[in-house]
């Protein structure tokens, strides 16, 4: 009887596959080294950042957190700056398409979030969040399935901060598959077993 319990393990290793609901990843930009201030390209693992830098109480120019208070720790993610004096559009791209993506923020002008598949083609309509300052307002955007590639955040010609940036990863199918593969097989040598 020595397989039973390594097939008990195999069993409840499927189980909790099985159930396991997508996990959320969040990132409060507490944590992003110096040389990485001015950009914070792929510092965080599932996901890349373009346009982006951080801004804090280290930084120079430091955050205003009076009226881009964060909404998390000490640090927020915001524009680069550009050359011109433009502020670049923040684009967030995901190793593994999500289906939600949120995040906090703080912003003189109307803000956008659009979601766009991996061919480039938006997914339903951009989300508007309004004029938010001295405290965060809220963006959610979910989409019916793990098609999200990647999203762009954009204002309309102010200043904005983003925090707690939050996107869902997708429980791995390929491996479920594997360990239900595993289980099958465990399950077939068990009958074999007690048919003995
Ligand atoms: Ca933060």
Known sequence: MKKLPFLLFIAASIFIILTAPASADTIGFE????????DIGSN????????AI???????????????????GNAVMSESYSPTGDRAD???????????VSFYYASL??????AYDASGSPIGEPLEGGIVTGENGFLKFTSSEYNIAYVIIHDTGGFF???DFSFNVPVPEPNTMLLLGFGL???WG???????
């Open 31 to 38: 944590d992003v080294p110096q040389s990485k201030w001015n």
């Open 190 to 196: 068990l009958r074999k077993k007690f048919k003995k």
């Open 161 to 163: 901060t983003v925090d």
């Open 185 to 187: 097989i465990g399950l």
């Open 109 to 114: 002008s109307p803000i956008w979030l659009e």
């Open 44 to 51: 965080y693992s599932g996901v890349t950042f373009t346009g």
């Open 90 to 100: 923040i684009t967030a791209s995901f190793n593994t398409p999500t289906n939600e």
């Open 54 to 72: 951080v801004l804090s109480d280290q930084t120079t120019p430091p955050l205003d957190t009076t009226y881009y208070p964060p909404h998390s």
